[in-house]
């Protein structure tokens, strides 16, 4: 039997489920996982449900159309693993985490290639066999480099980008080009230290949380929809170094558990924030 999953995003009435889970059951297909949110500061409901069956599922549409109200979201997805890109600078903790996750199925995805601007992540990527496309910066403009990437990135057609800490600010072209599709991951020590060396800040602040945030990229950055948040608890005795790698740790954590989310369809944005089923 072949497992689907449909998601709803429409504006709230009553009835709705009662609706969509009577289509379900009259092409005689069985839930096997649902959830459903109301936002009740805009009436907007969300609606998440696996369910499995014989029949092609994508029959439903035009049914749910007339039965839902008229501005409903409909997607009605066969479950498979999302085709990804990975960009990266020199730092390589997120990315080995996701290679290895890759490499043992981990991931609900296939990772196609890996974009950076600097060599130094090479052999790493490809002792996993995969491609690595070095692509420097400091010979174009900002808007002729994302140019060549957007260009590497097109020929593998990905569901999803993924920044393993890139470290170069994306121009709002590029981001609306792939709108909903970024995934960044960075430090939560911002926006109270920025810069090149916010460990070193944290540290002479005296900090007691590390954390970090996975979130969708839009213009305002670092400013995007959360998917997924966690700190933990350092004391005294952390340098700067020891704050640096405990950050790491946390960062390939919060990352790979964000990718999992958006990988099974679980993730529904909402204006600046998200809605998630797990």
Do not use: W
Request: hydrophobic share 40%.
């Amino acid at each position: 039997m072949q497992t689907s999953i449909m998601r709803i995003d429409c504006p709230d009435q009553k009835g709705i489920i009662h609706a969509v889970t009577g289509i379900l059951l009259n092409h005689e297909f069985n839930i096997t996982q649902n959830g459903e949110f109301v936002d009740r500061e805009s009436m907007h409901f969300f609606m998440r449900t696996e369910f499995a069956g014989n029949s092609d599922p994508l029959y439903m549409h035009a049914q749910l159309k007339k039965l839902l109200p008229e501005k409903a979201h409909i997607e009605i997805l066969k479950e498979r693993k999302k085709n990804i890109v990975i960009m990266a600078t020199k730092e390589s903790h997120c990315l080995g985490d996701l290679l290895i996750r890759n490499a043992f199925g981990e991931i609900n995805a296939e990772i196609k290639a890996v974009v950076s601007n600097y060599e130094k992540l090479k052999n790493l990527v490809e002792g996993f066999g995969l491609p690595f496309h070095y692509t420097p910066h400091d010979a174009h403009s900002r808007q002729q480099h994302e140019n060549i990437i957007s260009e590497i990135i097109d020929n593998y057609q990905p569901d999803y980008i993924v920044l393993a800490k890139y470290m170069r600010v994306l121009t709002s072209s590029f981001v609306s080009k792939y709108k909903n599709r970024l995934i960044n991951i960075h430090h939560s020590f911002l926006p109270a230290f920025t810069g090149s060396n916010p460990y070193l800040q944290a540290y002479q602040r005296g900090v007691k949380i590390i954390g970090a945030t996975a979130h969708f990229v839009t213009d305002l950055l670092d400013e995007g929809p959360i998917i997924t948040q966690d700190a933990i608890h350092i004391d005294h005795t952390y340098g700067p170094e020891e704050m640096k790698q405990a950050g790491r740790d946390v960062e390939k954590v919060v990352l790979a558990r964000a990718l999992k989310l958006v990988f099974e369809d679980r993730v529904f944005i909402n204006t600046n924030k998200t809605i998630i089923f797990e």
